[in-house]
């Protein structure tokens, strides 16, 4: 039966409730559900009745496409002035010795590495330092597009936008097209953790607010550039909260246009100082993949971090509303493999990566930053394994 038919099959069932029924029958008919319908898809959807409304949504936007990067990671150091409770990657200043901080030359040898591989963006992201500021951003913008033009630069979340451009004494709109000018062509979406104060407040309460997070992408999308957004869930936030987060998004991207894809993060607590608080389960990954398609109808891709959740689970939000699992990562992504992570060393070859998603039925297509298309892999022949490649690069205390 294909997802039609089982949507319609779906709107037919006597036991469904008549609000899940109005949300079912909003979605078919192409409406936005309201945030009261959001929090409800929490408390009352099961896992097949949201599944189908968001394979449904998944489908009629993108068919059976499925999308991959090939990018590598740059992580300036994991040495942070700020303490979120949730973080097991960063170190504040005075745990300095089990840290890393890289130089400029150091993150241009990374770069450097990667000059016979054919990737197409670089990820720059790590803990917010002084040394960090405008003027190192702006060289190593610049540096890395000197030498490598066609590379796209990802770089920095508005918490360490925040941080540099009220260190330089600049508004949001200044920084941002000093940013720009120096080569930063889009921006990642971290550091959005949970808007709503009341729980940002408790694990979150140094870094920039939720107005100035939004405020920064503002700013970037008023010069007709892309970001991303995300959401870190299952941990002391409630149902309406998550909604909340979406709805702010909502509104932004109503506004300005300038989101390109949602990426729900699971909380992981192996060693930070929530790891009191337990994990969600993979059913509860799913529902939350899904009520995220279901409610941000102006994102066109919803994303799953493969290396996050396990292979399988990437797999099975396939038919959870996701299209886009991410890339072929590199084991000096050490965000993943610090918060505890289902993948431990997260690579896969790009033939691993597209057989992972043609078991499932979807059609694999290589993707630059932007969602251009760069290689279709549904009928193409592998004459060789590309097996991923490890850098073994020195940790600076």
């Not at 949504?57 to 979120?84: A, Q, S, W």
């Not at 870190?232 to 932004?252: F, N, P, S, T």
């Not at 389960?281 to 109808?297: G, Q, T």
């Amino acid at each position: 039966m294909d997802t039609a038919s089982k949507f319609k099959v779906l709107l037919n069932d006597p036991h469904l409730s008549p609000e899940l029924k109005l949300i079912a029958q909003k979605v078919y008919d192409n409406e936005r559900i309201t945030f009261d319908e959001g929090v409800l898809l929490y408390e009352k959807g099961e896992l097949a009745y949201l599944g189908t409304l968001a394979n449904y949504i998944r489908e009629k936007r993108h068919g059976n496409n499925t999308y991959f990067n090939r990018n590598f990671h740059i992580e300036p150091t994991n040495l942070c002035v700020y303490d979120c409770k949730f973080c097991s990657y960063s170190r504040l200043i005075k745990q300095r010795a089990d840290g890393w901080e890289y130089t400029m030359d150091e993150m241009m040898d990374i770069v450097k590495k990667y000059d016979n591989e054919p990737v197409t963006e670089v990820h720059i992201v790590g803990g917010v330092l002084p040394q960090y500021d405008v003027a190192f951003y702006s060289e190593l913008f610049t540096r890395i597009k000197k030498h490598r033009p066609e590379l796209h630069v990802k770089a920095l979340t508005p918490v360490e936008y925040h941080y540099i451009f009220k260190k330089a004494k600049i508004d949001y709109a200044t920084g941002m097209k000093l940013m720009k000018e120096a080569g930063l062509e889009s921006i990642p979406g971290g550091g959005a953790e949970i808007f709503h104060p009341e729980i940002r407040e408790q694990i979150a309460k140094d870094k920039c607010t939720a107005d100035q997070w939004l405020d920064i992408h503002r700013e970037w999308h008023k010069l007709g550039m892309r970001s991303n957004a995300t959401m870190l869930y299952g941990h002391i936030e409630k149902y309406w909260h998550r909604v909340d987060h979406m709805e702010r998004l909502r509104a932004l991207q109503d506004e300005t246009g300038g989101f390109q894809t949602f990426i729900p993060l699971k909380f992981r607590n192996q060693d930070n100082q929530m790891s009191h608080v337990p994990e969600v389960s993979v059913v509860e990954d799913l529902r939350n993949y899904a009520i995220a398609r279901i409610y941000l109808d102006n994102f066109d891709h919803i994303k799953a971090y493969w290396a996050m959740i396990s292979r399988t689970t990437a797999q099975l939000s396939l038919n959870f509303g996701v299209d886009d699992i991410d890339g072929t990562l590199d084991d000096t992504t050490k965000i993943y493999s610090m918060a505890g992570a289902e993948e431990q060393h997260p690579a896969m070859s790009t033939k691993q990566l597209v057989e992972l998603i043609k078991q499932v039925g979807r059609h694999p297509l290589e993707r630059d930053t932007l969602y251009n298309v760069i290689t279709d892999y549904n009928d193409f022949e592998f004459k060789e394994e590309l097996k991923p490649k490890f850098y073994k690069l020195p940790v600076i205390n």
